[in-house]
């Protein structure tokens, strides 16, 4: 073979390479994707549940791009058997997703907070909770019934049954307020709840 054709040949072999790495790369990234995706439709999860996978998925995104820095592919096996890998190509792709989340889901990173108060009350830090809410959950951590309740129902009871309407009104406010931020998820939680207002 003369040497020209055997360059065009080694020049194809490579972008026939490059080509399916990209691919096996992104059938991959997809395939978490497809996980995120699939978490975030199941039925009847209340707001910290809904936050939690995509909070861990930016997480994620962080590792692989510095995985990727450093020529890591452990977590895409497929992508880890191919040669000359474009690691930093992939890096700056990681680098970009993370940007379009972090844009796309802001408005869940603004209100982190308020799902972290909604989500463990009895054990949120008093000081940084909304000034209106400081003094019912100061009662709401002393008080030892609530407490045990807490721990032994699930969530959205704990909210459609606790804290009792006459003595905690700001916080039951503060957790309806935060259920109908997520509209259909929370139409039958929203039904109970008003059975009680």
Known sequence: M????????DAEGRQFQQKWTEEFFFILHNGYLNDLNLKLQK???IVNDLYSPLKAFQNKIRLWKVQMLSSNSYHFTTLSSYENIAY?????E????????????????????????FATPI???VQSAPIHLQMELIEIQENSLLKSKFEDVELCNFYTKY??????????????????????TYKSLLKIFNKFQ
Do not use: W
């Open 2 to 9: 003369s040497r020209g054709k055997k360059q065009k040949v």
């Open 43 to 45: 039925q009847g999860q």
């Open 88 to 92: 930093a190509q992939y890096a700056e």
């Open 94 to 117: 990681l680098k970009l997703l993370s940007e379009q989340l972090s844009n796309r889901f802001s408005d869940s990173k603004n209100m982190e907070d308020c799902f972290n108060l």
């Open 123 to 125: 054990k949120s830090n």
């Open 163 to 184: 804290p009792e309407k006459a003595y905690f009104p700001q916080f039951r406010i503060f957790a309806r307020r935060l259920i109908c931020a997520f509209g259909s």
